[in-house]
């Protein structure tokens, strides 16, 4: 009898062991069992969510260091960016960005905000549509202006796609500004050597370049405004442009050394 007793409480020991052991031991959640199952992954790939805080410290750890890694990388190249998350949230901003404030940029903790109230509300919607897993998701070019109209920078907002066979990374897009600065006029010496204009038309298109009105020209060279009228003439007929705006675009789109 002692031993049959024996042998139930051994029994009931080892059955209260493997509840004692069952409970310690946290169950995956049945949603994410759900979400993985639809996008193919194995059972064996929730050992992670066994433990969620931890597991939530470690990707949140990782979004940030992806963040800062895009945002420094870009400002190596010169180009000031913010990484954004795909509730909008800015994960990520390089100095070049934040230097930006105030003139462009109005908020960076929190919701971006920009200071052009018209560009401010289209890069709010477009970060707001940031869709991280579409294929057809595209680029988008934000004029930002001054309070006078003035074009002072392009927003560009690129979404960055997640990877197959990866966790959501939490990072949706990358906002880069691009202020416009005006560049200097070509010499005339070039523009002699790459139209084939004379010295005087050279610098009629020097002028024409520097967004300088025919009588400012005139008036600059001590000639008659008829005679800037002439040579104008001459140099869109050499540089193929149609009219004196068409001729300044294309002279100030020209990337040359100066002599």
């Known amino acids: 009898m002692a031993a049959a007793g024996d042998g139930v409480v051994s029994d009931r020991l080892a059955a209260l062991k493997r509840r004692l052991a069952d409970a310690r031991e946290p169950r995956p959640d049945a949603k994410a069992v759900a979400v993985h199952r639809k996008e193919g992954r194995r059972p064996a790939d929730l050992s992670l969510l066994h433990s969620r805080q ?20 870009l400002a190596a190249v010169g180009l000031p960016a913010a990484v954004v ?42 970060v707001a549509d940031l869709d991280c897993a579409s294929l057809s998701a595209a680029a988008r070019a934000i004029p930002i202006r001054t309070s006078n109209g003035k074009l002072a920078a392009i927003a560009h907002l690129i979404v960055v796609k997640r990877v197959a066979g990866e966790p959501l990374s939490g990072i949706c897009g990358i906002l880069i500004i691009v202020p416009m600065r005006p560049r200097p006029a070509p010499s005339p010496q070039i523009l002699q050597r790459l139209f084939g204009l004379s010295p005087a038309e050279a610098r009629v298109a020097c002028g024409v370049a520097g967004r300088q009105t025919l009588d400012a020209i005139a008036r600059d060279f001590g000639i008659s405004r ?29 990337l040359l050394p100066k002599l």
């Open 85 to 126: 998350g795909p509730c909008g949230e800015v994960l990520a901003v390089n100095k070049r960005f934040t230097a930006l404030a105030p003139n462009l940029v109005r908020e960076i903790r929190g919701p971006l905000r920009l200071t052009d109230p018209v560009a401010d509300r289209l890069v709010g919607q477009a």
């Open 54 to 73: 931890p597991f939530a410290t470690l990707l949140a750890a990782r979004v940030k260091q992806q963040a800062d890694a895009f945002a420094e990388t």
């Open 226 to 254: 008829e005679t800037v009228r002439s040579q104008l003439k001459t140099v869109l007929a050499k540089t193929g442009a149609k009219r004196q705006l068409d001729l300044a675009v294309l002279l100030s789109c020209l």
